[in-house]
């Protein structure tokens, strides 16, 4: 028997920050994101010889345990390990388990992307397969929030992990105690291509560490001018939400610039003079609007442009910029696992 998963990674249109406590606690956040066709996968071979392996070639990392209860919090696989050691806990009445597993994204990690909630959400799907335990979209994404927020510690807000979940476009709300509302956007037809084709994403070839800008951006509830960028933010998600319903680009592409320009004074670290020369290469391309992924300072750069102008970009950008171009579409559905059985 093999179980797999695999799992979408996201785009945050807007609202990303206004997912992180204390802002959304206190103030209430929102996020519009939608998954794309880059993902995250997991298979898992149990075994009977004793010992827990975890394989990730594409970190080059590799660890073997003894099949035990309680793993160590390994630094170089720590997301594996915290989330062996959750299953085992509340799921597998503290029983140890034996199997190998292999895990790897085609994205990097710190790509903006939500590879890292993405990849825990993945795990804990062929877990789900594996021991038939019975989550709903809900149960799985706030499960995997608190293996990366509250049991091992990571800076972060909470749209990834239902992104990744539910899957598709979707317009998410952010309460206190861990309350969210996950309303799916259904775009018709011409407006979801149109989108689609009108959209670019550069990786700049700079990964980041998304938990330190995060703990800046926390502070913001303390700094005026932060915090005003954060209500922008929020502002400008119901403004997208209400302009790709209808269809209406320009106001998408001015709503994306908008909420690039607010993002950068949550944070000082956001955007540095690598990113801002990327921008105004792109803006004097083709480009109508763009903005980092996820919480800056490097990782993908989200592009809005005309789509009959996007070879051209795309062809600006090869020749012009160092990093590379990458063509996604949107998909509907979220995590997904499966079993092979492989019996002969």
């Not at 877990?127 to 927020?149: C, H, M, S, T, V």
């Not at 801002?276 to 004097?284: D, R």
Request: hydrophobic share 35%; net charge positive.
């Amino acid at each position: 028997m093999i179980i797999r998963s695999r799992t979408p990674l996201r785009l945050g249109l807007t609202g990303g920050g206004t997912d992180v406590s204390p802002y959304c606690d206190i103030y209430g956040g929102c996020v519009l994101n939608v998954t794309i066709n880059l993902y995250s996968y997991c298979t898992i071979r149990p075994t009977n010889d004793g010992r827990i392996v975890f394989n990730a070639p594409d970190r080059n990392e590799k660890l073997v345990f003894d099949s035990i209860s309680m793993l160590p919090n390994d630094k170089k696989l720590p997301l594996h390990c915290g989330i062996y050691n959750r299953i085992v806990k509340d799921f597998n009445n503290g029983q140890p388990l034996s199997f190998e597993m292999t895990t790897y994204s085609d994205a990097p990690a710190g790509s903006g992307l939500g590879t890292s909630s993405t990849m825990v959400v993945t795990i804990l799907k062929a877990f789900q397969e594996w021991l038939d335990l019975p989550w709903g979209e809900y149960d799985l994404a706030k499960l995997a929030y608190e293996i990366e927020r509250k049991d091992l510690g990571f800076s972060g807000g909470k749209q990834d992990q239902y992104a990744a979940t539910f899957g598709g476009m979707n317009f998410m709300e952010f309460y206190d105690n861990d309350r969210v509302i996950v309303n799916p956007i259904k775009l018709k037809p011409w407006i979801k291509n149109e989108l689609v084709n009108s959209l670019v994403l550069f990786y700049t070839g700079t990964s980041r560490d998304s938990g330190k800008i995060i703990e800046e951006q926390k502070k913001s509830t303390s700094n005026d001018k932060s915090l005003e960028a954060m209500h922008e933010i929020k502002r400008q998600t119901t403004i997208m939400k209400k302009a790709i319903l209808k269809g209406d680009f320009d106001t998408i592409a001015e709503s994306l610039h908008q909420n690039w320009l607010a993002k950068k004074k949550t944070a000082s670290v956001i955007s540095n003079p690598e990113i801002e020369k990327t921008y105004n290469f792109i803006m004097a391309n083709g480009g109508k609007a763009a903005k980092i992924s996820g919480a800056g300072g490097g990782g993908f750069m989200m592009i809005l442009c005309d789509p009959e102008k996007r070879y051209e970009l795309i062809h600006a950008l090869k020749n012009k910029q160092e990093g590379k171009t990458k063509i996604v579409s949107f998909v509907d559905h979220g995590a997904q696992a499966w079993t092979v059985n492989n019996e002969k």
